[in-house]
């Protein structure tokens, strides 16, 4: 933590580095749900409706949940040019392929819809297809970043492993969301996917959990140094019992009345937040775990005051018209009323 | 061919590719959007259900353009990194910000009141169904507000200095109003309702010859008639600022656009000629003798500067040169075009030879805007921020196999994807004159979402009800 004495009068950086954060933190939970519906279609001929309303669920919000990205890149770039060079250029491949997927789904969401009907299932598989390539690949970049982009065989198994581990996760709050906002069978279909992901998504976070402070030595010292231990042990003690609880309570649902049906949702919320605060701090104040910490990263200061003044103003009318948004369209997304 | 050579030219037709494909969409949906929100506003006030039909279909076509604008853009905020991390480095501080505020001010603007405008209509009363068309024009227009403000301090920078070989902003005002900024922002939103006038005019003339015997698609072939018929000529005045403009802070790209080898007093303005680098001149040359330094200059032996006085440093003549000429050329068909359907309105119904013509000319507006876009960025070289960084100094050091593979991917995917778009937009029209577009008579809050698929509705159920599957 001595970095961050150093630079007590230099705040810019730590207040871009939150502002990042939680565009990535709400990208992953936002387009994670979305990613993980894309994931979870089922794709049998007798499946079209389940498809439709499963699409109709996250169709009003997509755009807007994927523009976090944009807001998290941008921030990089605005923020800390030489961290942005170095990531993107080290993850060219990999940036490439998720661009793909995205594209894929982006436009199949639309062309699904208009396109003559016999197209329609090719454009599913291509929403499909391309929501899992984008989220194995933001997985194995997300390892290639905590690995330091080493190209060695053990750290491609653990981007692989990082890559499962990220597409469990996505299915786990893309499940959980068709729970909150599906009826009847696939409401049903959902508790169950949501009890399959969440178990696999313990294993990939206790797995990630084991092998980062294994092979990051600054990682393993930060977590384990008395009497701070006591403390941020909190985080994975709350996340294992945010797991626990969500299985006990799937096997109770659907119950009558639909309660607690958004409860598995924001326990998946609660998990994700978590898991993303371990990972921040491991790392902080690094930008690139063992490279470049936001200081050295950070860009000119007239810059940083130029766009904070801005962010300060719209990120709470962003936020404002977001939960407008929500609002407009709580509840079920299944059944058509005819007016 | 070294091997920095062969990834900057990888990624410099990469880059082109990308941004070629990207702009096509978002000129139709700047101003398509302003349509929509005309549409929607005309029917609240006059309650005539014909605007709604119109609104209905457009609306469909609009999600549809907007969607492809998202996913193309989205490639682009990932390039800067990828392939040009010189520029970055070197002016991060002066794009960072501006690429900032346009995340800020504008994605999340329209693409959250997006997704009310496409599913909200029956869950918010019209009035705020309405007010959300408002915000995604605003937004739209906002996102082009910032990315021409970076593009034309990328022209022309001012209001920075340079400390340790990085560029540092001295006063925001004078980066956003950059010279360039104003004439080209008024030309590109003036290119985007032409795109989109014509494109409105086309595909209603395509469904009006498919015997389409509704009146919305009339309404809106009117709409986009008058709408090009006011545009053209504004076009041509704003079009001449930007060239007076350009005139003054890049003469080297003027010079290439005319053809000037030589400096000379009472240039011709040349309709024709083909341009030769290597003897630095013009064959098959035809001009109308002064006209060049008359409008550059307002004076018929006024002096316009020749690319001799810029040896090593211009643009590349042969790109500047025709596609100067095929934009003003659509640009001038666009006004005879749009003149003469205005006059052919009067008409209880149009020449059918007339309506063709329109399909024909349905994408005009892309090449116009393609071509002027070519003119404008390939007259920056061999600078990729005038004065400060060239384009062969930003690019990545990525392996050019690298930059082949991404290269290969994207093109595939926009073939199959420009393939997909066209088609469908057919095939949207053509079902269009067999399906009555409905109309929201009462919007009602407690509605579902309403964009599955028409395969839903059962054949017995009302006409009308179902609809929205944007």
């Known amino acids: ?339 | 061919m070294d091997t920095a050579l062969d990834t900057l030219m990888l990624s410099r037709i990469q880059f082109a590719a990308n941004i070629s494909f990207h702009i096509l969409f978002p000129t139709i949906t700047i101003a398509l959007c302003w349509i929509l929100f005309f549409f929607k506003l005309r029917f609240d006030l006059t309650g005539n259900p014909v605007w709604m039909r119109a609104y209905r279909f457009w609306v469909k076509i609009f999600a549809l353009t907007f969607a492809l604008g998202v996913v193309s853009g989205i490639t682009m905020s990932f390039q800067f990194g990828t392939n040009w991390p010189g520029y970055m480095e070197k002016v991060g501080n002066i794009a960072g910000p501006l690429l900032g505020y346009e995340v800020l001010t504008a994605f999340f603007l329209e693409a959250t009141f997006l997704g009310i405008m496409l599913f909200g209509i029956k869950r918010v009363p019209s009035k705020v169904h309405t007010f959300s068309a408002l915000m995604v024009a605003i937004g739209t227009t906002l996102s082009a507000f910032w990315i021409l403000a970076l593009n034309s301090w990328m022209q022309t920078p001012a209001g920075y200095e340079i400390r340790d070989g990085v560029v540092h902003a001295t006063n925001w005002l004078e980066v956003i109003f950059n010279p360039s900024f104003p004439y080209r922002l008024m030309h590109m939103l003036l290119a985007s309702g032409l795109t989109a006038a014509f494109f409105v005019a086309g595909l209603s003339a395509y469904r009006i010859l498919k015997g389409d015997e509704k009146q919305a698609p009339r309404l809106a072939l009117k709409t986009g008639l008058i709408l090009a018929a006011i545009l053209a000529p504004l076009q041509a005045f704003v079009g001449d600022l930007h060239g007076l403009n350009t005139f003054e802070h890049q003469p080297q790209k003027i010079a290439a656009m005319e053809g000037v080898w030589e400096t000379e007093q009472g240039a011709p303005l040349l309709l024709f000629a083909i341009p030769d680098e290597e003897t630095r001149s013009n064959h098959f040359a035809v001009g109308i003798p002064n006209m060049a330094s008359l409008i550059l200059t307002h004076e018929t032996d006024g002096e316009i500067r020749g690319l001799n006085s810029f040896d090593g440093d211009h643009p590349p003549v042969k790109p500047l040169f025709f596609g100067f000429r095929i934009m003003v050329g659509m640009g001038l068909l666009m006004l005879a075009t749009a003149w003469l359907g205005c006059y052919l309105l009067r008409r209880p119904a149009m020449p059918r030879a007339f309506l063709k013509f329109l399909v024909a000319m349905t994408f005009s507006g892309w090449i116009a805007t393609l071509a002027g876009w070519y003119v404008t960025e390939v007259g920056r070289q061999p600078w990729l921020v005038t004065g400060i960084l060239k384009t062969a100094d930003a690019v990545t050091p990525v392996a050019p196999a690298n930059v082949g593979l991404s290269l290969a991917m994207y093109l595939l995917v926009y073939v199959v994807l420009m393939w997909a778009y066209i088609h469908t937009l057919k095939r949207m029209a053509i079902k269009s004159v067999y399906v009555e577009e409905f109309e929201t008579a009462e919007p009602a809050a407690d509605g579902s979402l309403t964009n599955l698929p028409e395969s839903h509705i059962k054949p017995n159920s009302k006409p009308g009800t179902a609809g929205g599957n944007a």
């Open chain 1, 1 to 339: 933590m001595n970095e961050v004495l150093n630079h007590s009068g230099d705040w810019l950086p730590v207040v871009f580095i939150a502002l990042m954060g939680l565009a990535v933190l709400a990208y992953a939970i936002l387009d994670g749900y979305d990613l993980g519906v894309g994931i979870l279609l089922p794709m049998g001929a007798e499946d079209e409706l389940q498809r439709d309303t499963m699409i109709a669920s996250i169709g009003p919000f997509w755009d807007a949940n994927e523009t976090w990205l944009v807001l998290a890149i941008g921030l990089l770039l605005i923020a800390f040019p030489s961290a942005h060079s170095l990531i993107l250029m080290n993850l060219y491949i990999p940036v490439a392929v998720m661009l793909i997927g995205l594209i894929m789904r982006g436009v199949a969401f639309d062309f699904r819809a208009k396109a003559a009907v016999d197209h329609k299932l090719a454009w599913d598989r291509t929403f499909k297809i391309g929501s899992l390539l984008t989220t194995l690949t933001q997985g194995y970049m997300l390892g290639q970043y905590v690995m330091g982009f080493d190209q060695s065989l053990s750290s491609q198994l653990f981007c692989a492993v990082s890559a499962l581990g990220v597409t469990a996760a996505y299915s786990y709050i893309g499940a959980a969301w068709l729970v909150l906002k599906a009826e009847d069978q696939l409401q049903t279909r959902a508790v169950r996917w949501t009890q399959l992901a969440g178990r696999a998504s313990l294993v990939g976070v206790v797995a990630v959990c084991a092998i980062n402070p294994l092979v990051n030595p600054g990682v393993f010292d930060r977590w384990f140094t008395f009497p701070l231990v006591m403390f941020v042990l909190l985080i994975p003690v709350l996340c294992f019992l945010g797991f626990v609880g969500n299985d006990i309570l799937l096997r109770r649902l659907p119950k009558a009345h639909d309660r607690h049906s958004s409860v598995p949702f924001f326990i998946v919320v609660g998990i994700f937040v978590l898991c993303f605060s371990g990972l921040g701090f491991s790392f902080f104040p690094d930008i690139v775990p063992g490279k470049l910490n936001i200081w050295e990263a950070a860009s000119a200061r007239e810059s940083l005051q130029f766009i904070l003044a801005g962010a300060v103003v719209v990120i709470p009318v962003i936020l404002m018209y977001t939960a407008f948004s929500y609002r407009v369209f709580h509840g079920k997304a299944t059944e058509l009323h005819y007016h």
